[in-house]
């Protein structure tokens, strides 16, 4: 089956530097959460997207911004990196109209050095 | 806000021993309780999770029941194995279908032969 695509799976990026972290979401899922996982914490949620729309706001920083396209696609921007933007960042789709629960992709390691 | 608390790691046990990992929840209304496990290196995978109160959710030998009188969804498997070691997370979200997850620390379990 079909599981929720992320790109890349490392990046490493030097201070100030801009990143850009995309997530393709199972066929027919219609809402994409984002999630930043620091090394040994729980994942803490960022922002989510319903239809190309977003839905809810976590603990996202000014500098990171997201978005849902058309394709249902969703991509992280994230801007001024600072060392401590260094996690895991997971990426989830549910079907909020199938009634189905968050599936996680594998997740992207980004560094920031 | 929501908040879930669950025991602090590691856990350590030997194969076919009992597993309790205990988790307790704060929230507003009916949340949904989830229980996510994390092998190394990888994302976060839906162990088993229960949407209203006495439910019990089960997977793979897991189980957990809903308790609303306790706020409690405490983990339990009765013979773990090598295999099952992994970093296990409990979550909620505010009810079902709403897939915007609160974690917990999680809880590393190591079992050894």
Redesign the interface.
Known sequence: AAG?IQSPRHLIKEKRETATLKCYPIPRHD?V?W?QQGPG?????LI?FYEKMQS?K?SIPDRFSAQQFSDYHSELNMSSLELGDSALY?C?S?G?RL?T???????TRLTVV | GDSVTQMEGPVTLSEEAFLTINCTYTATGYP?L?W?VQYPG?????LL?ATKADDKGSNKGFEATYRKETTSFHLEKGSVQVSDSAVY?CALSRF???????????TMLLVSP
């Open positions: 929720v809402t959460y999630y914490q729980d994942p803490q949620f989510s809810d976590g997971f989830a549910s909020l009634n629960e968050a599936f996680f992709g594998q997740g | 949904s989830f996510y990888e994302g976060l995978q839906l999770k997370f079902s279908g709403y897939s915007t997850l609160t974690f917990g620390k999680g």
